[in-house]
């Protein structure tokens, strides 16, 4: 990739452990390793927008050509996205993890498909544990990455027994943080999730490890162009938390490796908005300093 000057937001300070009442808001970006095209937008997003952080994606098919990229931005923190469920296979055989493939030999698809399974018993967390530690040792110790956090694929671990095993390698693994997924709607699914939401953060905080307060992203997952962008920082802005968490999906437009996922996400318009000076502005106007997890200890303590 080369080396390429570094904006004024990717040299940000740290957050303050002052007694002001500045904010912190971390904006990380998902799937970081699915796609070259994919990295590289999220690697603008951070060079010239407020994306300040990334989660990456073990089973991503770019992952081994793109992880080597992050070493360019050291203010970029990075994170691990554990996946049980998508498009791309395992890291371990079926003998490993046998109750987490379907008959035909792959991972279920969807959230919704692992849940089926999971809900009548036909899921071992031993399983999720094996495949999710392989995942970080791929992570940590043959790509060297230094984690400062921990989330899982559609969000999986607001399920109580992926939610355990995630929180639980955490610890082991010396990662301070595990993101905590919410919802705004007052939908039944939004209503479901909020509950689930809040039985991940009482088991985060019990283990001893940050989470941000505030969190958007996952009613928008996919389409967050300008105006929604602009709603999510202002929700969690006009709230009263003093540390939030904005997850997204930048890319550049026109990538043909992302046609193989039937997601319909809005890759291009999600890093536009997030190298718009109206986001910029925004994130500014509400008192937020841009950061990562590791910057969250200093929060909890001041």
Same mark, same amino acid.
């Given at each position: 990739m080369g080396t390429t000057p570094r904006s004024e937001w990717a040299q940000r300070p740290a957050y303050p452990d002052d007694g002001t009442s500045r904010r912190l808001l971390i904006v990380t970006a998902d799937d970081y390793g699915l796609t070259e095209a994919s990295a590289r937008g999220v690697l603008r997003a951070h060079r010239v927008g407020v994306l300040s952080s990334t989660s990456v994606l073990a089973l991503g098919p770019a992952v081994e050509r793109t992880a080597r990229w992050l070493a360019d931005v050291p203010a970029l923190s990075v994170g691990a996205h554990l996946a049980v469920v998508g498009e791309d296979p395992p890291l371990l055989t079926r003998r490993e993890i046998p109750t987490l493939l379907t008959r035909a030999g792959r991972l279920p698809l969807t959230w919704a498909g692992f849940l089926a399974r999971a809900a009548a018993g036909l899921v071992d967390p031993d399983d999720v544990g094996r495949e999710f530690?392989?995942?970080?040792? =791929? #992570? /940590? *110790?043959?790509?060297?990455?230094? $984690?400062?956090?921990?989330? /899982?694929?559609?969000? $999986?671990? #607001?399920?109580p027994a992926v939610g355990q095993v995630t929180i639980e390698l955490a610890r082991r693994w010396n990662i301070p943080g595990v993101r905590l997924p919410s919802s705004r709607s007052r939908s039944p699914r939004g209503q *479901?999730?909020?509950? @689930?939401? =809040?039985?991940? =953060? +009482? =088991?985060?905080?019990?283990?001893?490890?940050? /989470?941000p307060d505030g969190y958007a992203g996952l009613d928008e997952a &996919?389409? @967050?162009? $300008? !105006?929604?962008? $602009?709603?999510?920082?202002n929700a969690v802005g006009i709230s009263t938390a003093r540390t939030a968490e904005i997850n997204c999906h930048p890319g550049e437009d026109g990538d043909p490796d992302l046609s193989r996922y039937a997601w319909g996400y809005r890759w291009g318009a999600e890093l536009a908005a997030? /190298?718009?000076?109206? #986001?910029?502005?925004?994130?500014?106007?509400? &008192?937020?300093?841009? *950061? &990562?997890? +590791?910057?969250? !200890?200093?929060?909890?303590?001041?």
């Amino acid at each position: 990739m080369g080396t390429t000057p570094r904006s004024e937001w990717a040299q940000r300070p740290a957050y303050p452990d002052d007694g002001t009442s500045r904010r912190l808001l971390i904006v990380t970006a998902d799937d970081y390793g699915l796609t070259e095209a994919s990295a590289r937008g999220v690697l603008r997003a951070h060079r010239v927008g407020v994306l300040s952080s990334t989660s990456v994606l073990a089973l991503g098919p770019a992952v081994e050509r793109t992880a080597r990229w992050l070493a360019d931005v050291p203010a970029l923190s990075v994170g691990a996205h554990l996946a049980v469920v998508g498009e791309d296979p395992p890291l371990l055989t079926r003998r490993e993890i046998p109750t987490l493939l379907t008959r035909a030999g792959r991972l279920p698809l969807t959230w919704a498909g692992f849940l089926a399974r999971a809900a009548a018993g036909l899921v071992d967390p031993d399983d999720v544990g094996r495949e999710f530690e392989a995942q970080l040792q =791929r #992570l /940590t *110790g043959h790509l060297g990455l230094s $984690l400062a956090h921990v989330d /899982t694929h559609q969000h $999986l671990h #607001l399920w109580p027994a992926v939610g355990q095993v995630t929180i639980e390698l955490a610890r082991r693994w010396n990662i301070p943080g595990v993101r905590l997924p919410s919802s705004r709607s007052r939908s039944p699914r939004g209503q *479901g999730i909020r509950l @689930l939401s =809040r039985a991940l =953060r +009482r =088991r985060i905080r019990s283990a001893g490890l940050a /989470t941000p307060d505030g969190y958007a992203g996952l009613d928008e997952a &996919g389409a @967050l162009h $300008l !105006p929604r962008f $602009l709603a999510a920082v202002n929700a969690v802005g006009i709230s009263t938390a003093r540390t939030a968490e904005i997850n997204c999906h930048p890319g550049e437009d026109g990538d043909p490796d992302l046609s193989r996922y039937a997601w319909g996400y809005r890759w291009g318009a999600e890093l536009a908005a997030l /190298t718009s000076r109206a #986001l910029r502005d925004a994130v500014a106007r509400h &008192g937020f300093v841009l *950061g &990562g997890y +590791r910057d969250l !200890p200093a929060v909890a303590g001041a």
